[in-house]
């Protein structure tokens, strides 16, 4: 990894990854309902302070929108153990992320979602995006892209803390015993 990346634009950079990523996003999205599915997965939770929307906004900005731009300008290496071994923990951690979307999209809305992957992890959505964000620093060779995981989990916190919040007002008792028994994170 080198201090200052190579940028340029590209058929062979990073932006694979996110576009695979938002491809299968889509694809859900369009078979379970964008109005209703859609909706409900990009809904935002109610904020207590101005801390925690800023914080919470910064971290979906540099998720959403910011690592995916950047990876547009990221070279992959083909040839080096960096990328089979950043594709080898991205896949996985797509795979998984897939399965807790169709776990998210199969559980009706006035109940909380408490299968699958949600039996190990009450966020395993945001975690496993930082996991495959991990997969593509790797293979891309950037400490930019492994520098914004570790700045993420730190801005997500007050993300997670909101949509437990909203999830607690919405699903009251069963979701309190959800979180008694599932941990954050893992």
Not at 163 to 174: A, I, K, M, V, W
């Amino acid at each position: 990894m080198s201090l200052l990346p190579e940028f340029q634009i590209g058929w062979w950079n990073g932006w694979w990854y996110p576009a695979v990523f938002g491809l299968i996003n889509l694809v859900l999205i369009v078979a379970y309902g964008p109005r209703t599915f859609g909706k409900r997965l990009i809904r935002l939770p109610h904020f207590t302070s101005r801390t925690e929307k800023i914080l919470s906004l910064a971290s979906v900005f540099l998720f959403g929108r910011g690592m995916m731009i950047y990876s547009v300008f990221v070279t992959m290496k083909w040839t080096t153990v960096w990328f089979y071994l950043g594709t080898a923990i991205f896949l996985p951690g797509l795979i998984v992320y897939t399965r807790a979307i169709l776990n998210f999209a199969s559980t009706p809305s006035d109940i909380p979602v408490v299968n699958g992957v949600y039996r190990y992890s009450r966020h395993p959505i945001q975690l496993l995006g930082i996991v495959m964000w991990i997969g593509v620093g790797i293979a891309t060779t950037s400490w930019v892209i492994l520098l914004a995981c570790g700045i993420q989990l730190i801005l997500s916190r007050p993300f997670l803390i909101a949509q437990e919040r909203f999830c607690l007002d919405t699903y009251g008792e069963s979701y309190k015993e959800y979180m008694q028994k599932t941990p954050r994170y893992f």
